[in-house]
């Protein structure tokens, strides 16, 4: 069964530093989303994506974050210089455009631990 | 700015037992929503969509309904097992919008 597929499953970084966590999502899927989970929190939106723009993006998403699809297959989620609010659990979603993008399944990758210190 | 309830907030219970999760969004227009299960440091499972024409959506043991009249979702859960214990969360996407928006989440245990 195709799957949304995120590396590394794990990444520590130094406040400041610069991180790139990629997401593969399944082939055929044309809309593209980062959340983030924040340990104990709730599911958090970041942005979504599609035809190379951002469609929609939160508050969270500053002009600290951008997101890029750099082929045909890897959509990324870059920090340019981390924070230790930063640390969570970050998930790459991906969903097909039906006849209605709004009536499509979001199918959600297994996410990227990201640890701050 | 769609806010999204999940009642109750913890919940244990026997195996066995018939079990209701609520879902609630205070913006009523929602276009699809789809329950997730998380399991501890993991990833989020699809579970159920129900799509903008849909008010229920049954697979297995599950069977979730919305009423887009109240924004209210409902998840059934029937004999429920212990490993069906879990965090389930219910996400809607508001029409006019380009996300899903997530609830609280309810955190299941069934005891054996």
């Known amino acids: 069964e195709p799957e949304v597929t995120q590396t590394p499953s794990h990444q520590v970084t130094q406040m400041g530093q610069e991180v790139i966590l990629r997401c593969v999502p399944i082939?055929?899927?044309?809309?593209f989303y980062w959340y983030r989970q924040i340990l104990g929190q709730k599911v958090e939106f970041l942005v979504s994506f599609y035809n190379n723009e951002i469609s929609e993006k939160s508050e969270i998403f500053d002009d600290q974050f951008s997101v890029e699809r750099p082929d045909g297959s890897n959509f990324t989620l870059k920090i340019r210089s981390t924070k230790l609010e930063d640390s969570a659990m970050y998930f790459c979603?991906?969903?097909?455009?039906?006849?209605?993008?709004?009536?499509?399944?979001?199918?959600f990758g297994q996410g990227t631990r990201l640890t701050v210190v | 700015k769609q806010e999204v309830t999940q009642i109750p907030a913890a919940l244990s219970v026997p195996e066995g037992e018939n079990l209701v999760l609520n879902c609630s969004f205070t913006d009523s227009a929602i276009y699809n929503l789809q329950w997730f299960r998380q399991d501890p440091g993991k990833g989020l499972t699809s579970l159920l969509l129900?799509?903008?024409?849909?008010r229920e959506q049954t697979s297995g043991r599950l069977n979730a309904s919305l009423d887009k009249s109240s924004g209210r979702s409902t998840l059934y859960i029937a004999a429920s097992q212990p490993g069906d214990s879990a965090t389930y969360l219910c996400a809607g996407y508001t029409s006019g919008t380009y996300k899903y928006i997530f609830g609280t989440g309810t955190r299941l245990k069934v005891l054996a």
């Open positions: 129900i799509q903008s024409s849909q």
């Open positions: 082939s055929n899927h044309l809309y």
């Open positions: 979603a991906s969903s097909d455009e039906d006849t209605d993008i709004w009536d499509t399944e979001a199918f």
